[in-house]
């Protein structure tokens, strides 16, 4: 929250009583209060219940040091036994090639709204452009590049396909949020740097960028745990394989939520049900683990204003 | 400055630290029961053991039963890996004709005609092999359970116009006079019989309407696809209309075998005419048995008899082929399609497919499979 | 981060001329321009050919297609001709989202309320953090809890609702114990877009001018009051963009709809009530995936993906005039208009 905090001491219960209250507003006062309590009670049942549900359940594969370091292959459902190594990997890579792709753009992106477009209709065309990308669905994106990958193009399947797809996804975010943390950048660094006539590139890498570096990387690890999670492209882009495929342009490839969606089937076995609520787990626990360390490099890099 | 400098290195650092700490010690696991150490093992069933990738995709009726085949092969094959995904029949075709994968799984055989003019399946198989026919290999027999949920009823049974009126919505309630009469001296229920279907396009629904179509005396309207023309609510493969089922009290749907087993639902018993049959392997296998075949030498599509009146034969089955290439992969992938389906079609493949709840094939067809997989070239 | 009112970003209007002042014409600069106007382009290219490409796949199938593809709840593309309708996937979808939306925007408002003005200060920021967290949670997650441990509790309030207002026809009861029905899903959609709801609302609210807050206390009123005249109104048009957002995710989301909703029997009457199965855009593509084994059938999917996606933008564009609209003296409109990103970029800076 801000530094605007609510508990100022006006707002405590004893400036009011000078106005003398009248009955009917203390009582609607209260009222909301406990509405607004009720409110926040009703939001944390789901939360509870959902990571109990994934903790409880997920927790004990975990432990296991095999869960991080083999695969699936010629485990059946019925069987215990081997990790989740491939599919985490699969997930890590995809969403590596998805950062190459989308964060140059992104940054790039963002460079030219703040720096070199403004208030051109270019730049005002492409902050709707990426109005329309932030709402795009998931679907929609694994569809296109479904009809530009396989139908237009011929190719197989491929964890490429997958991180294509995700781009799309994971390029709004990223820029926009580089796009604020740029516009928080103080013009006088940028007109000091000019002063001593640095040219405007060198500028914007030597003075802009490093300013705002926290805030950016921020951005990026939001955007990545954003796609981690994506379940709708891997399904239509690329076929889940229980070994490990490290070469995400050929072959199939396994990634968390789809070993998540191919065990699911198969929940009332033992073993396959361990192994989907532990996937589930982990993926959570890798999205959690970028959003620390985006806090961390947030926390320790905040932009000095003045 | 520095600080960001130092924030940059030490991210950076952690990432790429985090990644190779993952891929340095990611590793296959032992497969249990074996302890052989992998690159000494090669004495595969029928014949050496090749290296390399078979890709294969189609029908999620056999998944389980193909999962639990590369695991025993890979016990005698290390050196093979074989992927199979279980994304439908009619992918697994479209991916073998679009030389995606090496063979394909399906519950039904290539259509030898093409609709409105087009390239008929078949066709566009024997393009993809090289101008050589691809062949349909009978490999997995998965019986299709008719399975319900209904308090206090164990044993249900019933006969093919009786399961049509169901599926078809005619028959509304359990205790409607088709279903007690089958079912002498047992109390069911009034209520209303809530019925599952497959929402995606299945074989398993093909196939279960081409039952209902066969055996169910005119009380079944539709032709039998892959999508369902019957009566109910749809749910999402398999699992969905087994946990559906689960989950609702009163309902009944249609699905493979080893999903009613494994969520413990009821499985009704067929009367075809010579008595009750229950779902067993041996019954289910011996309806394979009363089939002939439709293909030509190698080509070993089959054509069941749904209406079959065979003693003691659960008529509802489904039957998966391995679609192949007779000739015209390159020799590597050759090696390893044959490898690893001659495993598949071996007494000691066949046999662990029993306790999934699958059906071994029947001897006499196993053999003309091996023979089938052996002319491959 | 803008922390503090203080720190508001320079959005001087000479910005851009002084700039230009800046010694250019180096190599190295043309070069980083012309990098930097490239990626905007590509930006706008990128979105172009999304739609032209979805376009381009989707006529040839919507030419033949025999069916109205608006007003028709048929759907079988892979008939010789294809008939196909997106009528019944449009009343799911929308429907589906309206009811998140109505369950989600109160209490996340409450919850914004709450953690901003109400909780101790130690209290309110893991608390939003534990929000946030629910938006980490893969959807396919919220697909098995909401149908495996979620819908059997939703049993006796369908029944009970269904009971009461059954006469009306959206509040039908089905005749079958089923579940997974549409209500289920808004449901279960409307905790999947209440931490975005959240997290908006609560940026917006924390960012109520002191001044208003305060001359509101300063007149005596009680601290609902002051929410409900100085902080509430500020809020408005956030709160209702953030709804936007939301209603947009949840027109979207696929994998927990497709694991949640059973799907109606093509050759059952319509049914409308949300106590009945249904299929939404998102879950109809992907339940069918496997099976785009000709382009005429794939483009008919492709068609329907077209259409949700000129639906979210619509969506989306119409938050973005909402907020364009009430936005006082056009000072806050740069601050609400990039919501998400912004607020969960907040949120995680905490």
């Known amino acids: 929250m801000t530094t605007i905090a609510a508990n100022r001491p006006a707002m405590d219960g004893k400036a009011l009583d000078l106005t003398g209250k009248s009955g009917s507003r203390a009582f609607k006062n209260t009222l909301a209060t406990v509405l607004i309590g009720l409110c926040f009670l009703l939001a944390l049942i789901p939360l509870l219940w959902i990571l109990w549900t994934v903790i409880s359940k997920g927790y004990s594969l975990l432990f296991d040091a095999a869960w991080w370091s083999e695969s699936q292959r010629g485990i059946t459902v019925r069987r215990e036994g081997g990790g989740a190594y491939h599919a985490i990997m699969g997930t890590l890579i995809m969403a590596l090639i998805t950062a190459v792709i989308a964060v140059p753009i992104a940054i790039l992106g963002a460079i030219y709204l703040v720096e070199y477009g403004k208030g051109t209709k270019l730049a005002r065309a492409v902050s709707f452009m990426i109005d329309i990308l932030t709402g795009v669905p998931s679907i929609v994106a694994a569809l296109f590049i ?13 964890g490429f396909a997958v991180s294509l797809a995700l781009v799309l996804l994971m390029l709004p975010v990223v820029l926009r949020s580089t796009e604020e943390m740029l516009k928080l950048v103080p013009d006088e660094l940028r007109e000091a740097s000019y002063a001593l006539g640095v040219p405007k590139w060198k500028t914007i890498l030597k003075v802009v960028i490093p300013t705002a570096f926290g805030g950016i990387v921020t951005g990026v690890m939001l955007g990545l745990a954003r796609v981690m999670g994506e379940t709708a492209p891997l399904l239509i882009l690329v076929g889940y394989s229980k070994n490990i495929n490290l070469n995400p342009f050929d072959g199939f490839q396994g990634a968390l939520p789809t070993m998540i969606n191919q065990d699911r089937t198969e929940l009332s076995l033992q073993p396959a049900a361990d192994r989907v609520w532990a996937a589930a787990l982990t993926l959570i626990l890798l999205v959690l683990l970028l959003n620390l360390l985006a806090r961390l490099v947030a926390r320790f890099s905040t932009i000095k204003s003045k | ?80 890996t074989v992927n ?21 799984g399906s519950d039904s055989v290539l259509k030898t005609e093409g609709k409105d003019g087009a390239e008929s399946e078949a066709a566009a198989a024997a393009k993809r092999c090289a101008n050589n026919p691809a062949i349909n290999l009978p490999m997995v ?75 169910g005396g005119g009380a079944w309207k539709g032709e039998p696809a892959k999508k369902w023309t019957g009566t109910g609510a749809g749910k999402e493969k398999s699992a969905g209309v087994a946990e559906g089922v689960k989950s609702t009290k009163n309902s009944i749907t249609y699905v493979e075998w080893s999903y009613a087993v494994d969520n413990k639902l009821g499985v009704a018993q067929i009367d075809a005419g010579a008595g009750a049959v229950e779902l067993t392997a041996e019954s289910a296998g011996k309806a394979l048995a009363a089939a002939k075949q439709s293909g030509t030498g190698n080509d070993l599509a089959m054509k069941l008899d749904y209406a079959t009146k065979a003693a003691g034969a659960y008529p509802i089955i489904l039957v998966t082929y391995e679609i192949a290439c007779s000739k015209g992969l390159p020799a590597e992938k050759t090696a390893l399609v044959k490898s690893f ?31 089938a997989i052996q002319s491959i070239s | 981060m803008s922390s503090t009112d203080g720190t508001a970003p320079p959005d001087r209007p000479a910005d851009g001329k002084k700039l230009e002042l800046g010694p250019v014409g180096h190599l190295g600069d043309r070069l980083f321009s012309g990098m930097a106007h490239g990626s905007g382009g590509l930006v706008i290219l990128i979105v172009a050919f999304v ?44 429907i589906s989202s309206i009811i998140a939306m109505v369950i989600a925007v109160p209490i996340a408002v409450g919850v914004a309320l709450f953690t901003t003005y109400y909780a101790p200060k130690r209290l309110a920021a893991p608390v939003a953090h534990a929000i946030d967290l629910l938006a980490a949670v893969p959807s396919i997650i919220y697909g098995l809890w909401g149908i495996l441990f979620f819908a059997p509790i939703l049993r006796p309030v369908i029944n009970g609702i269904g009971s009461a207002l059954g006469w009306i026809p959206i509040f039908e009861k089905p005749p079958t114990a089923d579940v997974g029905v549409v209500f289920t899903a808004s449901v279960v959609l409307a905790i999947m877009i209440l931490p975005v709801v959240t997290a908006i609302s609560r940026e917006i609210f924390a960012q109520t001018p002191i001044a208003h807050r305060e001359g509101a206390l300063a007149l005596g009123a009680t601290r609902w009051e002051m929410i409900r005249t ?31 909703l059973s799907v109606p029997n093509a050759n059952d009457p319509w049914n409308s009530s949300i106590f009945a199965g249904g299929e939404t855009f998102a879950s109809k ?12 059938k794939t483009g008919a999917y492709i068609a329907a993906g077209l259409v949700l996606f000129v639906v979210t933008f619509l969506v989306n564009s119409a938050a973005r005039l909402i907020v364009a609209r009430s936005a006082p003296g056009g000072k806050r409109p740069r601050k609400i208009r990039r919501i998400g990103d912004k607020a969960q970029t907040e949120g995680a800076a905490l």
């Open chain 3, 230 to 260: 100085a902080v509430l109104p500020y809020g408005r048009s956030g709160v209702v963009s953030a709804s936007m957002l939301g209603l947009g995710r949840a027109l979207g989301e696929t994998v927990a709809v497709l694991i949640i």
């Open chain 2, 84 to 104: 199979y995904n279980p994304t439908g029949s009619g992918a697994g075709i479209k991916q073998f004709n679009a030389a995606q994968v090496d063979f394909g």
């Open chain 1, 146 to 158: 479904y009809a530009v990958w396989i139908t237009i193009l011929g190719f197989n399947r491929v």
């Open chain 3, 51 to 94: 739609g032209i490409f979805l376009l381009a796949l989707a006529i040839p199938s919507l030419a033949r297609n025999e069916s109205s593809f608006l007003f028709s709840r048929v759907w079988e593309p892979g008939a010789s001709p294809p008939r196909f309708g997106i009528a019944a996937l449009f009343y799911t979808t929308l």
């Open chain 3, 285 to 296: 593509i992907a339940n069918n995936a496997a099976e785009f084994d000709s382009p005429e």
């Open chain 2, 341 to 371: 389906l001659s495993y598949f079609a071996s007494t000691e493949g066949q046999a662990s497919l029993t306790e999934l709840n699958y059906a071994p094939l029947p001897e006499e067809i196993r053999t003309k499979v091996d023979a």
């Open chain 2, 141 to 215: 027999i998965g019986p299709v359970a008719i399975a319900y949920n209904v308090d206090g009823l164990p044993k249900l049974i019933l006969d093919g116009p009786t399961a049509a009126g169901i599926f078809q919505g005619t028959i509304k309630t359990w205790n409607a006079p088709e279903i007690a009469k089958l079912n002498p001296g047992v109390t069911l229920p009034s209520a209303q019989i809530a019925v599952f279907f497959r929402s995606d396009e299945s074989g398993t629904t093909e196939n279960f309407a081409k039952y209902l179509a066969a055996a």
């Open chain 2, 1 to 80: 400055m520095s600080v960001n400098r130092l924030l940059r290195v030490g991210t950076v650092a952690v990432a790429s630290l985090g990644v190779l700490a993952l891929s340095a010690c990611g590793s296959d696991p032992e497969t249990s029961g074996s302890s052989t150490p992998s690159g000494s093992s090669s004495s595969a069933a029928g014949g050496d053991c090749p290296e390399g990738t078979l890709n294969a995709e189609g029908s999620s009726a056999q998944k389980n039963a193909i999962e639990e085949v590369i695991s025993k092969y890979n016990e005698k094959c290390a050196d093979v």
